[in-house]
């Protein structure tokens, strides 16, 4: 089977939720999401110039929300909403929040067994704009009663409180841990550490100027172990996740141009790394969020590496509760996992995130000359992705 190679990935900076009382709106919040992808589209065109528009065959993209502004194929839309031909295509897939690293694993694969020789993919999601079950009709729910019958279901936020039980976490933990993301990702803002992956975006204030988002906004560097353990715990009374410990909602992008060895060699591009594999994998809907544990193993095992040989690890921060019981589990130090922080300091577009991760560890990789990075999320329903990339 032929190779296919990871060119370039990128993302827009994350937007903050509309706070009006607190005095601002979320700079994403008024930007159409297919307006959004194709501004990621175009960046890529232009970052890689020596490949012509036309080779692009299709456009994989994710939402989680799938109403209103994100309804029907958002990937088409994407694709006339940029400077793609006509020609190529758009599919929108659903994995809930690792979706769009699905569509970066559809859209190798496919290179791979030789169905395209170019593709974008990635995903999106404006929480202000399509919030999260906002797509559901409660009057006519998409859970059949052989599903409800067999599984109990829960929402996400109960299941970091289950998580959180069950592999034993204490609050100091949370606590330690969601501060240090904040820290982290303050850190890497500063350091310039997401310039060469975040695409800034133009956005109008609510005084009608005009603004530029290129860093994510939502960090609060000077969060505090003794502030946050007197938030209330929304999920559960008694329970140990506030909303410093969840990631945050926001509006966010992500995209990556994949192409074949023949394009490589036609055009002159150069690889940045290739997938070494993938794996999908489920758990006990209620559960919901230790999926990333399985599936690291099955992904690892697929690609013949032992945990040890991996550089650096995205572990999604839905909630600290899910990295937590991830690192305990697979005895992972905290030097290689969520380096530059995660979703807690920086928000957790869902439909994008998968995306996010991809183009943060790359650079992460490039930058500190390292080779394997791993990158798993949990998804909706039990669900979750994992990606092991090897840099080129
Ligand atoms: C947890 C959650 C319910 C909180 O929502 P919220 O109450 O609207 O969140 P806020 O940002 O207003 O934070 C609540 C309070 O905590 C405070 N807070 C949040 N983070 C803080 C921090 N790092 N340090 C100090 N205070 C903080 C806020 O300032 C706010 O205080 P206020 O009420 O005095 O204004 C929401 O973020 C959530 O649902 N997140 C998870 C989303 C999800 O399920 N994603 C899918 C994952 S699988």
């Not at 009057?139 to 970091?160: D, I, N, R, V």
């Not at 697929?302 to 697979?330: C, H, Q, Y």
């Amino acid at each position: 089977m032929r190779e296919s190679y990871l060119i370039d990935a990128v993302r827009t900076a994350r937007g903050r939720q509309s706070r009006p009382k607190k005095g601002f709106v979320g700079e994403l919040q008024n930007i159409h999401p297919a307006s959004l992808g194709g501004k990621l589209v175009d960046a890529l065109l232009e970052r890689n110039p020596n490949l012509p528009a036309e080779k692009v065959e299709d456009v994989i993209y994710s939402t989680t929300t799938v109403c209103k502004e994100q309804a029907s194929d958002i990937a088409r839309n994407i694709v006339l909403s940029s400077n793609l031909p006509q020609t190529c295509s758009g599919v929108h897939l659903n994995r809930y929040c690792s979706g769009a690293l699905q569509a970066s694993a559809f859209a190798s694969a496919s290179v791979r067994c030789g169905d395209y020789d170019a593709v974008m993919a990635g995903g999106g999601e404006h929480m202000n704009m399509c919030p999260i079950g906002s797509d559901m009709d409660y009057e006519h729910l998409p859970f059949s009663p052989e599903m409800t019958q067999k599984y109990e279901l829960g929402s996400q936020g109960a299941a970091a409180e289950i998580i959180a039980g069950k592999y034993h976490l204490s609050q100091e933990e949370i606590n330690t841990f969601s501060v240090k993301s904040q820290q982290k990702a303050y850190a890497a803002t500063q350091a310039g550490k997401f310039k060469n992956e975040i695409i800034p975006v133009t956005w109008i204030d609510q005084d009608g100027h005009e603004q530029i988002l290129d860093t994510d906004t939502n960090i609060k560097p000077d969060t505090k172990v003794e502030k946050i353990n007197e938030l209330p715990r929304p999920f559960k009374e008694g329970g140990m996740i506030h909303a410093a410990s969840s990631s945050g909602i926001c509006d966010g992008s992500s995209l990556a141009l994949w192409v074949s060895e023949e394009c490589v060699k036609d055009f002159d591009l150069k690889p940045r790394a290739r997938i070494l594999s993938n794996a999908n994998y489920g758990v006990d809907p209620k559960e919901m969020l230790d999926g990333v544990i399985p599936g690291t193993e099955l992904a690892l095992k697929r690609a013949g590496l032992k945990i040890d040989d991996i550089d650096r690890f995205e572990i999604n921060e839905a909630f600290a509760s899910v990295p937590l019981a991830w690192m305990k589990t697979l005895k992972v130090s905290e030097e290689k996992v969520n380096v530059n922080g995660g979703a807690i300091a920086m928000g957790h577009p869902l439909g994008s995130t998968g995306g996010i991760l991809l183009a943060t560890i790359i650079n992460e990789l490039e930058r500190e000359n390292l080779r394997y990075g791993l990158i798993t999320l949990c998804a909706a329903f039990g669900m979750s992705g994992t990606m092991i990339i090897e840099r080129l």
